[in-house]
């Protein structure tokens, strides 16, 4: 079993940055590929980012492209989501997940574990 707490949410004004964290229990974070999605008020959950086990490949949503970055410590068992340049509609409560597989996928059904949802608001 893995479990996964996030921080770093908050309120930013558009053209800010912030940087959301996910720690992950167990002994398995090093073979899992992380992945982190968002979802806004009266919307589905969206693809944000991904990165494989060992964070070499990383893969993002077209949206948050050149602004957010995936990356990870496996010596921490912590993931990051690097967030730049924030615009209003960024605002939405982040989740990062992890998978039984060092592949990432764009997927939210290919992740097994996920944590308990960071709120991120941008003003504008």
């Known amino acids: 079993q893995v479990q996964l707490v996030e921080s770093g949410g908050g309120l930013v004004q558009a053209g800010g940055s912030l940087r959301l964290s996910c720690a992950a229990s167990g002994r398995t974070f090093s073979l899992s590929a992380m992945g982190w999605f968002r979802q806004a008020p009266g919307k589905e959950r969206e693809f944000v980012g991904s990165?494989?086990?060992?964070?070499?490949?990383?893969s993002y949503a077209d949206s948050v492209k050149g602004r957010f970055t995936v990356s990870r410590d496996n010596t921490k068992s912590t993931g990051y989501l690097q967030m730049s340049s924030l615009k209003p509609e960024d605002t939405a409560v982040y989740y990062c997940?992890?998978?039984?597989?060092?592949?990432?996928?764009?997927?939210?059904?290919?992740?097994?574990?996920w944590g308990q949802g960071t709120q991120v608001t941008v003003s504008s």
């Open positions: 997940a992890v998978r039984k597989s060092g592949v990432y996928s764009l997927s939210a059904d290919a992740y097994n574990y």
């Open positions: 990165v494989s086990s060992s964070g070499g490949s990383t």
